[in-house]
């Protein structure tokens, strides 16, 4: 079945670092690949998605490209501020009609210290 | 746009109680809504999805007589845990789809403890 697998946490930051949080996937056929982010206490929030190879998403000042070839999906940003500290969830849809299940990564945790 | 509200944010009851979470669609009609349920510290677990006018789908493992689903218009989906115990105490989310091939939109969550 499908799986995404994506790095432990928790990684601890000093304000103005760089951040990548690695993500890989197994998956048959094409699937939409996802990163949602989820504040303390809260549901989660879409950060970026990509539907197909090559493709980019980005918002926030975050980043990253679905690579078909290594079947990952790296999250970047090159400046973490505090207010960025939260648990990043890798996930990748089906695709299919039927649903388009979600399947999580284990979340990463993330603080950025000033 | 795409807003999802959960509510109670937040429920504490005793051992036996019934618990109904709603989830609500404020802005967008969703035919598909997912219910999930988080243990500390780890990530999301599909419970169902639940179809407006359909019984709701069960992962595996998962008792549809202990977590009763009911999508009766196309902006509420409700989630019953019935006669909850201690070991039911979790975070559920629920999240809707816009439409088909659309990102799902969370909710913020409930938080369960069944005392």
């Known amino acids: 079945g499908d799986s995404v697998t994506q790095m432990e946490g928790p990684v601890t930051l000093s304000e103005e670092a760089f951040l990548t949080i690695n993500c890989t996937y197994t998956a048959t056929g094409y699937p939409s690949l996802f990163w949602y982010v989820q504040y303390p206490g809260e549901g989660l929030q879409l950060l970026l998605k990509?539907?197909?190879?090559?493709d980019k998403g980005s918002n926030k000042g975050f980043e990253a490209t679905y690579r078909k070839e290594t079947t990952s999906f790296h999250l970047e940003k090159g400046s973490v501020q505090v207010s960025d500290s939260a648990v990043y969830f890798c996930?990748?849809?089906?695709?299919?009609?039927?649903?388009?299940?979600?399947?999580f990564g284990g979340g990463t945790r993330v603080l950025v210290k000033p | 746009g795409a807003v999802v509200s959960q509510h109670p944010s937040r429920v504490i009851c005793k051992s036996g109680t019934s618990v109904k979470i709603e989830c609500r669609s404020l802005d967008f009609q969703a035919t598909t809504m997912f219910w999930y349920r988080q243990f500390p510290k780890q990530s999301l677990m599909l419970m169902a999805t639940?179809?407006?006018?359909?019984?709701?789908?069960?992962e595996q493992g998962v008792e549809k007589d202990k977590f009763l689903i009911n999508h009766a218009s196309l902006t509420l989906s409700t989630l019953t845990v019935t006669s909850a115990h201690p070991e039911d105490s979790s975070f559920y989310i629920c999240?809707?789809?816009?439409?088909?091939?659309?990102?799902?939109?969370f909710g913020d969550g409930t938080r369960l403890s069944i005392l």
């Open positions: 990509a539907t197909k190879a090559d």
């Open positions: 639940s179809n407006e006018g359909s019984k709701a789908t069960y």
């Open positions: 996930a990748l849809s089906d695709g299919k009609a039927a649903g388009n299940k979600l399947t």
């Open positions: 999240s809707a789809k816009t439409g088909p091939n659309q990102p799902q939109h």
